[in-house]
Nanobody
């Protein structure tokens, strides 16, 4: 399975960015799908996830500002990021738990990352 991210970039504090991640390959389903954030000197942290049934989960620091959504028909996940702050700066890694069958607990696949930089 290949995950390809798009979006990201440089924005001023208070601005918005949208990340997208498209999965390709042979699989039964992806559940869940989402984003982690990697910052130098810090552990990789979960930002947001969404199940194939649309159940979402967010890190506390992004609640009310970020919205995750997915298009199951296109195996794509999006992360709309509003009211960005410098603390949101980092590399955003798309991840997917890929199922080979309905009974399969799945295996993790990762994208290469999309850089987000927020200036103050």
């Amino acid at each position: 399975v290949q995950l390809v991210e798009s979006g990201g970039g440089l924005v001023q504090a208070g601005g918005s960015l949208r990340l997208s991640c498209a999965a390709s390959g042979n699989f039964f389903a992806i559940d869940p799908m989402g984003w982690y954030r990697q910052t130098p000197g810090k552990q990789r942290e979960l930002v947001a996830t969404i199940s194939r049934h649309g159940i979402t989960n967010y890190q506390d620091s992004v609640k009310g500002r970020f919205t995750i959504s997915r298009d199951n028909a296109k195996d794509t996940v999006h992360l709309q990021m509003n009211s960005l702050s410098p603390e949101d700066t980092g590399t955003y890694l798309c991840y997917a738990n890929v199922l080979r069958a309905d009974w399969d607990p799945g295996s993790m696949a990762w994208g290469r990352g999309a850089r987000v930089s927020v200036s103050s």
